[in-house]
């Protein structure tokens, strides 16, 4: 649970659509997105509860009263508003209780037969960096040009093409939003693509690999499914760890989010760090939500976004010291993926 009202100022610009209920449950700021996604007004809205959201409004604003009473966050998916006639859309809702109103995040539903969208602050996030990765890649190659030896010239061949692959996945965020095309990879590569990374960074830290050699080939995204690892791994590195495994096993008779039992691909990523502070535990993967003063909430936000859209999950469990995250994705190609 978020301990303080939050400052409607860093949410004018999220293409996510948010509101902020007071104790009364009324609607006390609305971001524009949150305009933009309803089709309703600041005027229809001000100083009313979610009931104004017609045709379910009712039941918005029992799920906005649960939240703020069992102080658990939770989703609604695939809820009616229609502003007028002819303007019906489909909205998620997430319901966070905070400093005891409810915070409201909102965006466009997930189609049935396909992924789940990502979130819209991500895409504002993606958004954001396009540029500076168009200067790392442009800096890169002029120090290419002047570098002393192999070792340079490998590291700077390195930035640039992560600046390509961040481009690229940013351009995936920001474009269209059909299902995805995926190919058949090899998951331990990719680990080991991360790992390093990491090792060119010089992290502080030690890298472990726990590998099942016996796995399958995998489909799904590569460039996305190394953001969600990469994104794992920085998270143990800011909560101090000093020791980070790699693991990949094989999960059998994992429920998917049709509740039908599929083999799986389990990728764990495990630290020895800080662990997760008990205010946000709940929270965790929710957008903006952070540990730390200085964290955007957005890294575990996009790993779990990325799990989805594989049609798999992402899920932490605490250690007697530090953190255990497991990325579970389904084994067998979806509709529509290519070999």
Known sequence: MISAAPDPGPFELLATGVAW??????????????????GLGWSRLKARTLAALQPGGAHLHERARTAQRDTVASTLTGATVCAAPAREVQLDFAFTPCAGGVLIEVHSASTQSGAPKISESLR????????????????????QQDAGGARQFGL???IRDEATRLAALTERLLGAREAMTTRTLNVHA???????MLEAARMPVTLIRDYDPSLPAWHGDPDR??????NLTRNAIEAHAQR?????????????ARGQRVPALRIE??????????????????????????GSGLGLALARAIAREHGGELTWSPRATGTCFVLLLPR???SGESE
């Open 269 to 294: 990523i495990e630290d020895d760090g800080d662990g997760v502070p008990a205010a946000i535990a709940q929270n965790l993967f929710a957008p903006m939500v952070s540990g730390r003063a200085d």
């Open 190 to 196: 990719l680990l080991e693509r991360a790992a390093e």
């Open 332 to 334: 067998h190609p979806r």
């Open 244 to 256: 980070i495994v790699l693991r990949s096993r094989a999960e059998a008779g994992w429920r998917d």
């Open 156 to 158: 700077a061949q390195l």
């Open 225 to 230: 499914l190394l953001q969600a690892v990469i």
């Open 124 to 143: 504002g996030f993606a958004h954001e960096v396009r540029n500076p990765l168009a200067a790392i890649s442009g800096a890169a190659q002029l120090l």
């Open 21 to 38: 209920l007071d104790a009364s449950l009324t609607i006390a700021w609305v971001n524009p997105a949150f305009l933009e996604h309803t």
